[in-house]
C-alpha cells in the first residue's frame, strides 16, 4: 500500500495557516485512526484525545481571528514518553514515574507548540530508554506495524510505530546509543539524530547525559527537515546546548536535484558475521543507487568501531546509575515503605520502581564506577570513546558521509532476544559509534527483507552538517518510493 | 603529652555571597517556610539541569586570589554520589579532580601561615530536621553556593586553628566574598586532628570533629581531643580513625554511629557542565578589584598613621569603613583624632541608626572638615559634638551648622570674665576648696561656665580667668 | 577475568553482587541476584578487549572550544511551597517526611 493519509507537514500547516484544512479535522481524523489501530499496536501509553482537540480548535480559532499560525500548524504529533509535558504524566516507560505529572514542559516541547503543532498523546519506550525493542516498557511492549509479532525496534519503538501506522504526521523521540534511528529502521520510516547539544535537553528525562539526544521521526526527509527546524537552536536553561547558528533546513532541500560530486565513505569494518543477509543486500543496493545519482563511495576505515559496544554500555551505565539516584520516592515517584527504615524505604521503592534491564544497568554502572575498578573501566572506556572520535575525524578528512546500515538485523520477533542480552546490545553496534562521537545520523527506508520487513541505511555527517544528511536523504527519496510504502492497516 | 606533636587541619565550608543558588536561578535571600526557595533544578526533578552562576564563580576566584592560590585556567564540576535525603539528586555537584584552586595560604599572625591544599566550589545540601513522626526534609538550603577551602594538616596547636579561622574570616568578609558567620551557617568547619610521637616520620591516625558552631569551639573541641588521644596513646592504646561529634555543654567528643566505613562516592565529571573555563583577563580583573588585602592595609595604616593596634584593628575589620576613616584624615589632616571620632561618634551613629557606612548621612570630607576647624581651635570639642549631631540631622556642612548654632569658641576674656565671676560667686563651697589647695575644685567651677555657655567657652582662657580672679 | 597487576582480582560473586546493589540502594530477590551475577559476569567477560586497546600518546580528547555559559546573578520565580510539594506522597508541614533518620 503506498500513499500517506497525512499531506507532507509543510503542505499540511500551509494549508492549515490558510484555512484549507481545519486542525480540527486533521487531528480527529488522526485520532480515529489511532482508536482503530492502536488497540492492536500499542504505540501509546497514553491518548490526551481531550486536550489534543482544544488544542486544535485553538489553533483553528486564532486563525479565524486574523493570527499568523506557525510552521507546524495543525500538524499532528507524538511525544515519547520521556519529553515532559506541562500538566501531562511523563512516565518514561518506569512504574516509578507511573503517576508523575511534569510542573513544566521540555524546551522543544515548547517549541513544537509555539509551532502550532498538536501532540496527540506520549508514545511507548524501554524504560528510561534502556533497550532496542520497546519490550522493556512496564506497560507492554510496542508492536511492528509491519509484522505485529515482531518488536518496533527500541527504546523509541512507539514513537515509530505511531508514524510508520500513520497515527501521527511526525513524532519527537530520544537517541542515546540508536532509540531513533534503529526503530525507525525496523519500522520504515525515517529518523534523525542530530548534533549532540543541536536540541536542547532540559526536560528530556535523563538516561545518559553525555549521549542523550533528542530525536525526530517522520515519514520523510522533507517532514523531519520542518519538524527540526522549529525545534533546533541553543538553550540557556541546557549549558551542553549548542549555541550555533541554525541551518535553513528546507532552503537546504530545494538546493539539490542530484548528489553530483557528494563523497560517501563506506567502512568495511562494519560488515561482519552479525550482519543480516538480507539487510547487507539492501543497503548495498541503496549505495549503488546513491552512485548512480552522482555520489562518489570510498572505503573509509574506522579503526576502533569494534570497541563502540562495551565503551557505551560502560559510559551510558556509569552515567545512568547517577542520573537514576534521584528516584528514591521521596520527592516524587513510586514509594515503598520496606521495613519502615530509611535504607529499608530507598531499597524497597527503587527495586519496586524500576525494571529488571534497568536494575542491571545500574549495577553495572556503580561497578564502572566502582573505586579500585573505575579507571580500568569508567577511565578506559572514556579514552577509547575519544580515539572512536578521532577515527570519525580521520574518515572525514577523505568524505563527506559514511554510510552503513543502520541495524545489523531488521525487526526480530517478540521475546526472541530477552534471554541474551548481548544478543539485544549487539543490536545497537551500528549506531553506538556515532552517538559516542555526538555526530548527526540519520536513517532512511532503503528497501524490505523478503518477508516484508523494512531495513534502514544510516547516514552519518560531521558535527553541526543536519542539513546535508537531510538534503541526501531528500534527493533519494525524490528518486526511490520505499519511504512512501505504508504497512496494511 | 610532652612527646606527642598535635597535628591538625582544618576544612572550612563557606557560603558565597551571591543573589541566587550556584546552579539554580532561586534566590538565596532569608529563609522563610519551608521549601519556599526551591527552583526545579534544586528539586532535581526528572529533566532539568544545572546552570551555574558567573557571580558564585567571581567570588570564588578572588576568594582564591585573596589567599594567593594558584587559579586553574580550566577546571571541572564533578559528580559525588551518595544517598541522603537532604540531597535531591542523589549526588552532589561539586568538584574532584580538577578543582578550579590549588595551594593558597592563610596567616596566622606573627609571620606564621597554613598552607591550603586546594579550593573548590559545591552547592550546599538541603536541611534535616527530626521528630518523632520521621524526619523533615526542607530543600530550601539545597543548591546554594559554597566554596570549600582545605587547610593543609600544618597546624600544631588549637590556637593556631582559631588564628586560622579569624584571620580566614577577616580575609574573606574583607573582599566581599562571605559573610563568615558560623552562627547563621554561612562558614563551618570540620577540624582533623592526630597525634604523633615527636621523632616519628609519619602521622598518626586521625580523627574528624564534627558539630562546630562558633570559632571558640573548635579551639575548645581540639584541646579536648588533644588530651584525650594523648590519654589513649599514652595508656598504649589505638586511636580509631573515625567522626566524633564534639558537644559543648559537656565538653567532650563523642563518637558517631558508624556510618559506611570510608564511603565510595564514585566520582565522575558531571556530563551536564562542560569545563569552567577563566581566562587571563578575568583573572587579572578580579585581582584588580580585590584591591588591598587587610594585612597590607594594616602595614600601611601602622606606618602612614601611627595608629595604635586597637584602633588598627577597628579600622580595617571592614573595608568601607576604613575607606571612610582615610577620607575623614585626607579632609582634616589628623589621624588619631580622625580615628577617635570614627571609632566612637560615628560607630555609635550607625547602630543608633541601623546603618552601613554606606549609607552614612555625613560624608567623610565634611567630618573631616569638623574636625580641622576643631583643630584650629575655633570650637571646642563639645560644640563639635553639638554640630556633629545637626549635621547628621540635617545634612548640613560643618561650617553652617556651626554658624547656625553660633558655637564659635568664645576666647574674649572680656566676654568671659563676667561669667567667672558669676560662677564664683554661685560656688562659695567650690572657692573655699580652691583656695584650700583642693584644685579638682576648679573643674567645678570651670563646669559652670561650660554650662552658662553651652560648651562655647575656651577652657584654657576660663582657667586662667578663674586662677586670676582666685588669686591663684 | 584475569587479574590487573596492583588491581584487586575481580571476584564477581553473589556477595559482590549484593555489596554493589546496597550501594546504590537496590534490593534484590535470591533469583534477581543470581540473574544479575552472571549477566554482569558475561557483560563483562566481553567487555574485556577494552583491555587491550592501545590508547596511545592521546589525551582526554575532549573538544573544549566553549566552557560552561555562566548565568547572570539575577533571581527567577521558584516553585511554591505547594508545587514542591505536589509530587510527594509522604509529605508534613511542608516538607517532605521520610523514617527517621539515626544521625551521629
Known amino acids: 500500500m503506498t500513499g500517506p493519509p497525512f499531506l507532507p507537514v509543510a503542505e499540511l500547516a500551509a494549508q492549515v495557516r490558510t484555512g484549507e484544512l481545519r486542525a480540527v479535522d486533521v487531528v480527529t481524523a488522526a485520532l480515529a485512526r489511532c482508536r482503530t489501530r492502536d488497540g492492536d499496536l500499542h504505540a501509546f501509553v497514553e491518548l490526551t484525545t481531550e486536550q489534543a482537540l482544544r488544542d486544535a480548535e485553538a489553533i483553528d480559532q486564532r486563525r479565524q481571528r486574523g493570527a499568523i499560525l506557525g510552521p507546524l500548524a495543525g500538524v499532528p504529533m507524538a511525544l515519547k514518553d520521556n519529553l515532559l509535558r506541562q500538566g501531562m504524566v511523563a512516565a518514561s516507560g518506569s512504574r516509578m514515574l507511573e503517576h508523575f505529572v511534569a510542573p513544566y514542559s521540555a524546551t522543544v516541547v515548547e517549541r513544537i507548540a509555539a509551532a502550532d503543532a498538536v501532540i496527540l498523546g506520549r508514545t511507548n519506550m524501554d524504560e528510561f530508554g534502556m ?15 509491519w509484522a505485529r509479532d515482531c518488536v518496533p ?212 554502572g556503580t561497578f564502572a564506577l566502582r573505586a579500585g575498578y573505575h579507571e580500568e573501566f569508567y577511565g578506559r572506556a572514556t579514552r577509547v570513546r575519544a580515539l572512536l572520535r578521532q ?99 | 603529652m610532652n612527646d606527642f606533636v598535635t597535628v591538625i587541619g582544618l576544612e572550612v565550608h563557606v557560603q558565597l555571597r551571591t543573589a541566587t543558588k550556584l546552579f539554580s536561578p532561586a534566590p538565596v535571600a532569608a529563609l522563610g517556610e519551608p521549601n519556599t526557595r526551591v527552583h526545579a533544578i534544586d528539586l532535581g526533578l526528572p529533566g532539568v539541569l544545572p546552570l551555574p552562576n558567573a557571580q558564585a564563580v567571581l567570588l570564588a ?39 578550579f584552586c590549588r595551594g593558597g595560604t592563610v596567616p596566622l599572625g606573627d609571620g606564621r601561615s597554613c598552607r591550603l591544599e586546594r579550593i573548590h566550589l559545591e552547592e550546599d545540601a538541603g536541611k534535616l530536621i527530626h521528630t518523632t513522626a520521621g524526619s523533615l526534609v526542607d530543600l530550601n538550603r539545597a543548591g546554594v553556593p559554597l566554596v570549600e577551602i582545605v587547610g593543609m594538616p600544618d597546624l600544631r596547636r588549637p590556637e593556631d586553628a582559631h588564628a586560622f579561622l579569624v584571620n580566614l574570616k577577616s580575609i574573606l568578609q574583607f573582599t566581599g566574598v562571605s559573610d563568615c558567620d558560623m552562627e ?6 570540620d577540624a582533623n586532628v592526630s597525634l604523633m610521637r615527636a621523632e616519628a616520620t609519619q602521622f ?96 600601611r595604616y601602622r606606618v602612614s598613621f601611627g595608629l595604635p593596634d586597637y584602633d588598627i584593628d577597628l579600622l580595617t575589620a571592614d573595608r568601607a569603613l576604613g575607606d571612610y576613616f582615610e577620607a575623614v584624615v585626607a579632609a582634616a589632616g ?98 573655699a576648696d580652691v583656695k584650700a589647695g583642693k584644685q579638682r575644685a576648679l573643674d567645678a567651677l570651670k563646669g559652670h561656665v561650660m554650662r552658662a555657655t553651652v560648651g562655647k567657652a575656651d577652657p584654657a582662657t576660663v582657667d586662667a580667668l578663674l586662677r586670676a580672679q582666685l588669686g591663684q | 577475568m584475569p587479574g590487573v597487576p596492583d588491581k584487586p582480582e575481580l571476584e564477581l560473586d553473589r556477595a559482590f553482587v549484593r ?47 566553549a566552557g560552561v555559559p555562566l548565568r547572570p546573578d539575577l533571581p527567577e520565580p521558584v516553585l511554591s511551597q505547594e508545587q514542591v510539594l505536589a509530587n510527594a506522597s509522604q509529605k508534613l508541614g511542608g516538607a517532605f517526611l521520610v523514617p527517621r533518620v539515626i544521625e551521629g
Open chain 1, 153 to 364: 525496534g527500541g527504546s523509541s519503538g512507539g514513537a515509530a510505530a505511531a508514524v510508520a501506522a500513520d497515527l501521527v504526521a511526525a513524532a519527537l523521540g530520544s537517541d542515546t546509543g540508536g532509540s531513533v534511528r534503529q526503530p525507525a529502521a525496523l519500522c520504515g520510516v525515517t529518523g534523525l539524530k542530530p548534533t549532540y547539544g543541536r536540541l536542547s535537553r532540559h526536560g528530556l528525562i535523563a538516561y545518559a547525559s553525555s549521549l542523550d539526544c533528542i530525536g525526530v521521526l517522520g515519514r520523510s526527509a522533507a517532514d523531519v527537515a520542518a519538524v527540526l527546524a522549529a525545534i533546533a537552536g541553543g538553550d540557556d536553561r541546557d549549558a551542553t546546548s549548542l549555541r550555533a547558528d541554525v541551518a535553513d533546513y528546507g532552503a537546504a532541500l530545494a538546493q539539490r536535484t542530484d548528489l553530483r560530486g557528494l563523497r560517501i565513505g563506506v567502512p568495511w569494518q562494519l560488515n561482519g558475521p552479525g550482519l543480516d543477509a538480507e539487510v547487507a543486500a539492501a543497503t548495498g543496493s541503496a549505495v549503488e543507487a546513491l552512485r548512480q545519482l552522482g555520489a562518489v563511495t570510498v572505503a573509509c576505515e574506522l579503526k576502533r568501531i569494534q570497541h563502540a559496544i562495551p565503551t557505551y554500555y560502560l559510559l551510558a551505565a556509569a552515567e545512568a546509575s547517577s542520573n537514576l539516584a534521584r528516584y528514591d520516592g521521596i520527592r516524587f515517584g513510586l514509594r515503598r515503605e520496606g521495613s519502615g527504615r530509611l535504607e529499608s524505604m530507598y531499597a524497597a521503592s527503587r527495586s519496586a520502581g524500576f525494571g529488571a534491564e534497568v536494575q542491571l544497568r545500574i549495577l553495572l
Open chain 2, 184 to 189: 547563621l551557617g554561612s562558614l563551618r568547619c
Open chain 3, 19 to 65: 555489596a554493589l546493589s546496597g550501594l546504590c540502594r537496590l534490593h534484590l530477590t535470591d533469583a534477581a541476584e543470581a540473574s544479575a551475577q552472571q549477566r554482569l559476569a558475561a557483560v563483562l567477560q566481553a567487555f574485556s578487549a577494552l583491555r587491550a586497546v592501545d590508547l596511545g600518546q592521546d589525551g582526554d580528547g575532549e573538544n573544549v572550544a
Open chain 2, 334 to 431: 589628623e589621624p588619631k583624632t580622625a580615628s577617635n571620632w570614627v571609632m566612637t561618634d560615628v560607630l555609635q551613629a550607625l547602630r543608633e541608626r541601623q546603618l552601613e557606612i554606606a549609607a552614612f548621612p555625613v560624608p567623610p570630607q565634611r567630618l573631616g572638615e569638623l574636625l580641622a576647624i576643631l583643630d584650629h581651635g575655633a570650637i571646642t570639642v563639645a560644640s563639635a559634638r553639638t554640630a556633629f549631631a545637626r549635621m547628621l540631622e540635617r545634612g548640613e556642612d560643618a561650617a553652617a551648622a556651626i554658624a547656625a548654632l553660633g558655637l564659635e569658641k568664645i576666647v574674649d576674656p572680656q566676654v568671659l570674665a563676667p561669667l567667672v565671676a558669676a560662677a564664683i560667686a554661685a560656688n562659695p563651697a567650690a572657692v
Open chain 1, 131 to 145: 533497550g532496542s525493542s520497546t519490550e522493556h516498557s512496564a506497560f507492554g511492549p510496542t508492536r511492528n506495524p
Open chain 2, 204 to 299: 598518626g591516625t586521625k580523627v574528624e570533629i564534627k558539630n562546630l558552631n562558633s570559632f571558640k569551639m573548635v579551639q575548645r573541641a581540639l584541646e579536648y581531643e588533644q588530651r584525650r588521644q594523648s590519654a589513649v596513646l599514652a595508656a598504649g592504646g589505638t586511636i580509631a580513625a573515625e567522626s566524633r561529634l564534639w558537644n559543648d555543654e559537656q565538653g567532650e567528643t563523642r563518637p558517631m554511629r558508624s556510618k559506611e566505613q570510608a564511603p565510595d562516592y564514585r566520582y565522575f565529571p558531571d556530563p551536564d557542565l562542560p569545563p569552567l573555563l577563566l581566562d587571563d583577563a578575568f583573572i587579572a580583573a578580579q585581582r584588580a578589584a580585590l584591591g588591598e588585602l587587610p594585612a597590607a592595609r594594616r602595614a
Open chain 1, 391 to 489: 577515527d570519525f575525524a580521520r574518515a572525514f578528512a577523505d568524505c563527506e558521509l559514511i554510510a552503513c546500515p543502520t541495524s545489523p538485523v531488521p525487526a526480530f520477533p517478540l521475546g526472541s532476544k530477552l534471554d541474551d542480552p548481548l544478543a539485544m546490545y549487539l543490536c545497537d553496534a551500528l549506531t553506538v559509534p556515532m552517538s559516542l562521537a555526538g555526530l548527526p545520523a540519520l536513517s532512511l527506508p532503503c528497501g524490505f527483507t523478503a518477508a516484508g520487513l523494512p531495513v534502514g541505511l544510516q547516514l552519518t555527517a560531521p558535527a553541526l552538517q543536519e542539513q546535508l544528511l537531510l538534503q541526501t536523504a531528500h534527493v533519494y527519496q525524490q528518486h526511490t518510493d520505499f519511504h512512501r510504502q505504508r504497512p496494511a492497516p
Open chain 2, 61 to 99: 576566584v578572588r576568594a582564591a586570589l585573596a589567599l594567593g592560590g594558584e587559579v586553574q585556567r580550566s577546571s571541572r564540576f564533578a559528580r559525588k554520589n551518595y544517598f541522603y535525603p537532604d540531597l535531591p539528586k542523589g549526588y552532589q555537584i561539586s568538584q574532584y579532580e580538577q578543582p
